[in-house]
């Protein structure tokens, strides 16, 4: 169960109503039961339920049982596309360990909003989901040429273009290990996006096979190629 609490021996941890109702009405747990709590940021800690109402409750946080694993430095860019797609992508790139999600507004991107807290809270079912203990931050809507204007200068950047040649075999070239991998939207990415990608020095461009992916699939078959040249 996911908290927005501090966790530590002997810490006492509220519950909101949508937790006791969950934990007490669908789980049937009462007092004494016994629960997995995080928070992100402090591991996985072993609970007991010490009060259970309709409208909220307390844990009773007892040990810790995981400590905070914390994943490797790596951003996904995505644009974003129809809803449960969305989701979808953010679903996955939490369970496959993306430090940092973020959605992007690229020259043919659909969508100029976001509900940034609808994708935030997806991310936060997807690591309780996964038995993660650390949840990405997922940011509002961010201009991609913005975010170049401003690149920082040790993140190299896996730009994943179907319309390009590039093996992922040249990932291993790269110095450091702070990463971005960035996937377009339906319509890809416009020539001048291209261009201004591919003249960026960290930028190392990616086909992910000889078929058009759909940018979902793409994301995840990104982050896997990305995990199995990079990731540990
Ligand atoms: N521009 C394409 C078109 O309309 O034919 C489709 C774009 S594709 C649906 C969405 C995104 O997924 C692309 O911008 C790219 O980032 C990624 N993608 C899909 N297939 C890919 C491939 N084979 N190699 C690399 N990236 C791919």
Not at 2 to 19: A, F, I, K
Not at 36 to 42: K, L, P, R, T
Not at 78 to 93: G, H, N
Request: with cysteine; proline share 5%.
């Amino acid at each position: 169960l996911y908290v927005d609490h501090p966790l530590g021996e002997g810490q006492s941890v509220p519950l909101e109503r949508d937790q006791a109702h969950y934990l007490f009405g669908v789980m049937r747990l009462g007092v004494g039961s016994a629960v997995s709590v995080f928070n992100g940021q402090d591991g996985e800690w072993r609970a007991e339920v010490s009060q259970a109402g309709k409208r909220g409750g307390e844990l009773m946080c007892i040990a810790q049982t995981k400590p905070l694993q914390i994943p490797p430095d790596l951003w996904l860019l995505f644009a974003p596309i129809k809803k449960a797609r969305t989701d979808f992508i953010v679903e996955k790139a939490t369970e496959m360990g993306a430090a940092r999600i973020i959605p992007v507004q690229t020259d043919f991107t659909n969508y100029e909003r976001i509900r940034q807290d609808r994708l935030q809270a997806h991310a936060v079912e997807a690591a309780e989901q996964c038995g993660g203990t650390y949840v990405p931050e997922v940011t509002d809507l961010q201009k991609l040429g913005r975010l170049l204007d401003d690149w920082p200068s040790d993140r190299n950047l896996m730009f994943c273009d179907e319309a390009e040649v590039g093996s992922a075999k040249t990932l291993g070239q790269a110095t450091g290990d702070k990463w971005a991998i960035l996937i377009g939207p339906e319509g890809g990415f416009s020539p001048a996006e291209r261009d201004r990608l591919k003249a960026h020095s960290q930028t190392y461009v990616v086909a992910l096979g000889p078929r058009i992916l759909r940018a979902d699939t793409a994301a995840v078959a990104a982050m896997t190629i990305w995990q199995q040249a990079l990731g540990d």
